[in-house]
């Protein structure tokens, strides 16, 4: 077998040997668990800092404009920011862009408030808590008492309450979102008399203390898709409300022009972006442990070291040869 | 007159939205809220002429035997069949939305999963093409290629082993030329959409009419 014979079958190698390839590197680190360090980035620290610097008086939104395709980098973004959110007692309202979105932000708050989560919160629905609220009470930390004093105790493993209403509240999907995000503005009632479980919104005391978009603190758009940009457009533009984006790593460099002019307080972009923010909530005390973000960048990893490593047989093939010659001998570039 | 109509309601409409983003005065914000009473109901109706003609487009495809028209019951049958599972079907024999229902089951267990493997198999696609696409060709596909491999390295934490300068030296290209590059096609883009708005709102632009009243 000639020489060139050689190099001519690596360049034409069946690539179903590159997925073999890639399958491997897929599945292999989840067993092996490499646990490589994660540096975190300004873009990162930006909306962590964001985030930590709010209270109980303070609000967010998590907008979840993702669709299963994405969930594998955009879920831990919510996830992680939820959980600050719920250690600094901080109200989360969520919202769906579209109708599979909403099964998603159902999938993120499931986890959080699952007793099967390391460091989850204990779930409080709205319609237990009523008595409660029925006594005026609206401080949380006076409805934490109020509801310990009625024998409630904090299970084992869980990192505190989340009171539907008071804590979060599942806004979720409204037909044409961009014009929602617009009436939110005025007013988030009016958009969302009831939330996904039929809840009146208006009776939650979270709405009470933050009527509209002008009176929360930030929104996080957990994005797989150009709906991020309709928060800068319609909120950010308009009522100066902080965005931050948690988007794909393949969206990330088209928004780094916002970020440069502060439309953006920061980005998440993949998996990577997840798993700094794991690490900030890991190593501050918020979480127990990294999350599924910090354990798939030992895939991506493998992964791209796989792609680099075929980049460069390619390239050592295509040049040993001599394929370069041949092409300009052809006809030129 | 078919012509006319739609005209102006567009020429009223966009200068009247227009004019109101930029007026923070009571009856600027009632106009607004009008609209956004209005907008969804409207873009309902939208919601019923795309699901007619989905529907015509491979009602005729089937029956004219195109090529693969099998595949448009594959879009017809599922369209038809999950409204009438979730809407109409009786709650006594798997109707319904919530779970468990016939609707949800098929939703949680087919589409969300479809969704997710489509996307997944990306990265083998990907691995694929930059085995085959990314040659050291020319001057400026080596500056592609180079660039490429330094925020890949970057991007994970293996990069930061191999050197600290890899995830500076990939930062500095996504925030950089990367940013540089974007901030131009945006603002062509914008000043395009810009221009693109004003040709509909003043009449010159009648494509979207569709050929009515010609």
């Not at chain 1, 499931?110 to 007793?115: E, I």
């Not at chain 1, 797989?224 to 460099?253: D, H, N, Q, Y």
């Not at chain 2, 607004?32 to 495809?61: C, E, M, Q």
Request: hydrophobic share 50%; net charge neutral.
């Amino acid at each position: 077998m000639s020489a060139v014979s050689i190099w001519e079958r690596m360049l034409n190698i069946d690539r179903r040997w590159i997925f073999l390839g890639i399958g491997i590197v897929s599945v292999v680190p989840f067993f092996l668990r490499f646990g490589l360090p994660v540096v975190t980035t300004d873009e990162v620290e930006s909306i962590y800092n964001y985030v930590d610097s709010l209270g109980s008086e303070d609000a967010i939104f998590v907008s979840f404009d993702f669709a299963p395709g994405t969930q594998a980098e955009n879920m831990p973004m919510a996830v992680a920011v939820i959980r600050h959110a719920f250690h600094n007692h901080v109200p989360v309202f969520m919202t769906a862009s579209f109708p599979i979105h909403q099964t998603m932000m159902i999938s993120a708050i499931d986890y959080v408030l699952n007793p099967q989560t390391e460091g989850f919160y204990q779930n409080v629905p709205f319609g237990e808590w009523e008595r409660i609220r029925e006594k005026g009470i609206t401080d949380r930390d006076e409805i934490v008492a109020a509801w310990e004093a009625e024998g409630n105790e904090l299970p084992d493993g869980a990192l505190g309450w989340a009171f539907e209403g008071r804590d979060y509240a599942l806004l979720g999907f409204a037909p044409v979102f961009n014009l929602v995000i617009l009436g939110m503005t005025n007013s988030i009632e009016t958009q969302y008399p009831q939330d996904i479980n039929g809840n009146p919104t208006g009776e939650m005391p979270m709405l009470h203390e933050h009527k509209s978009l002008r009176e929360v603190d930030m929104v996080l758009t957990c994005s797989g898709s150009g709906v991020c940009v309709w928060w800068v457009t319609f909120a950010r533009e308009k009522i100066g409300l902080p965005v931050a984006f948690g988007v794909t790593a393949v969206m990330a460099t088209d928004y780094y022009p916002y970020i440069q002019t502060g439309q953006v307080l920061g980005q998440m972009g993949g998996l990577r972006g997840a798993a700094e923010y794991e690490v900030m909530l890991e190593e501050n005390g918020i979480t127990p442990s990294t999350d599924k973000a910090f354990t798939g960048m030992d895939v991506q990893s493998a992964a791209h070291i796989l792609i680099i490593l075929f980049i460069i047989i390619g390239n050592i093939a295509y040049f040993a040869g001599g394929f370069h010659k041949k092409r300009l001998l052809k006809g030129g570039r | 007159m078919k012509r006319t109509v739609p005209l102006l309601i567009v020429l009223v409409g966009g200068i009247l939205m227009m004019v109101q983003y930029f007026i923070p005065h009571q009856v600027s914000q009632s106009i607004f809220n009008y609209y956004t009473d209005w907008a969804p109901i409207v873009s309902s109706f939208a919601l019923i002429l795309g699901i007619g003609s989905l529907t015509r487009v491979h009602a005729h495809k089937i029956r004219r035997k195109a090529d693969n028209w099998q595949y448009s019951w594959a879009v017809l049958i599922p369209l038809y069949l999950m409204p009438v599972l979730g809407l109409i079907w009786p709650k006594s024999m798997g109707g319904g939305m919530d779970a468990p229902s016939i609707f949800h089951f098929m939703y949680m267990y087919i589409q969300i999963p479809i969704q997710a493997t489509m996307f997944s198999l990306l990265a083998f696609y990907i691995a694929s093409a930059a085995f085959r696409a990314f040659r050291a060709k020319s001057a400026l596909a080596t500056v592609l290629l180079l660039a490429a491999v330094v925020v890949m390295l970057g991007q994970v934490p293996i990069g930061e082993l191999l050197g600290s300068w890899f995830p500076k030296l990939g930062l500095w290209i996504l925030r950089y030329p990367n940013l540089a590059a974007k901030r131009a096609i945006m603002l062509g883009v914008g000043f395009g959409m810009l221009a693109t708005n004003l040709k509909i709102i003043f009449g010159v632009e009648r494509n979207w009419l569709g050929g009515v009243g010609k």
